[in-house]
């Protein structure tokens, strides 16, 4: 079956950095878009950032756009946030989906705090 575990969270200072890991298993990897997504206490769930596949053409929300990278690596069967330059209202539980399989992983806490 379809299983995403996602890694890489943690508590970061302003300004600093973090790349979420979330490995897919269950499916052709490269075949699929993978998105990120994250959700603060008390908000809805948002899109942050998708990779389509093959093109490996990238969105981004706009609140992350020039800060957050999203990447693939195919042989792995995973996909990485990159994240720079983060702020408080970064924090959030990210989640790793696959859209196609309506999949979710676990989630993975980033905590940005002085």
């Known amino acids: 079956q379809v299983q995403l575990v996602e890694s890489g969270g943690g508590l970061v200072q302003p300004g600093g950095s973090l790349r979420l890991s979330c490995v897919a298993s269950?499916?052709?990897?490269?075949?699929?878009?993978m998105s990120w997504y994250r959700q603060a206490p008390g908000k809805e769930r948002e899109l942050v950032a998708h990779?389509?596949?093959?093109?490996?053409?990238?969105n981004y929300a706009d609140s992350v756009k020039g800060r957050f990278t999203i990447s693939r690596d195919n042989p792995k069967s995973t996909v990485y946030l990159q994240m720079n330059n983060l702020k408080p209202e970064d924090t959030a539980m990210y989640y790793c989906?696959?859209?196609?399989?309506?999949?979710w992983g676990q989630g993975t806490q980033v905590t940005v705090s002085s």
């Open positions: 269950g499916f052709t990897f490269s075949s699929i878009g």
């Open positions: 989906y696959a859209a196609h399989f309506n999949s």
């Open positions: 990779i389509i596949s093959p093109t490996g053409i990238t």
